[in-house]
């Protein structure tokens, strides 16, 4: 149903200096499709030559930020989303953990944002706090977790 009403689940669009990439990561295991690999990397290369910088938005993170937790993508697929955001200098937005986090793995700056559908994963003072994020895109990306109760 969801295809029928409002498209695929793997798109993209350009706003201001940015190009947005939505990838749908959860149906083949939180990894991607060979197919999906090459559209990935066609977009990317699309952001360069239209000079926007590239923004990344997946279900599963590439990697768990938490220590000795793994609950992210395939560590293969996870390593080489790293290499390729890293390459075209991407910024990631994920869920999937359901923690709130904010940082970088490997030179690549992305946010962990999920609370909704289960349990908190982790302690307030570890990101694990009811939240929203906030994400401003003017002037580079800003990124605010916002409370809520």
């Known amino acids: 149903m969801y295809h029928k009403y409002f498209g695929p689940t793997d798109y993209s669009f350009t706003l201001g200096n940015y190009h947005f990439i939505f990838i749908n990561n ?3 295991g939180y990894s991607l499709s060979a197919s999906q690999w090459k559209w990935l990397k066609n977009e990317l290369e ?16 590439p990697v768990d930020p938490r220590p ?10 996870g ?7 890293k390459e075209y200098d991407a910024f990631g937005i994920f869920s999937h953990i359901h923690i709130y986090w ?6 690549v700056h992305f946010v962990i944002t999920g609370r909704g559908g289960a349990p908190l ?29």
Not at 121 to 147: L, M, N, Q, T, W
């Open 79 to 85: 390593e080489k989303l790293l290499k390729l955001m």
């Open 121 to 149: 994963y982790a302690k307030p003072d570890e990101g694990g706090f009811c939240h929203y994020v906030r994400i401003s895109v003017d002037g580079g990306i800003h990124v605010e977790p916002v409370k809520v109760s």
């Open 26 to 28: 959860v149906e083949n």
């Open 46 to 61: 699309k952001a360069g030559e239209l000079g926007k910088k590239p923004v990344i938005i997946m279900h599963a993170p």
């Open 102 to 107: 904010y940082g970088e793995k490997d030179g």
């Open 68 to 77: 000795g937790e793994d609950h992210s993508m395939k560590l293969a697929d």
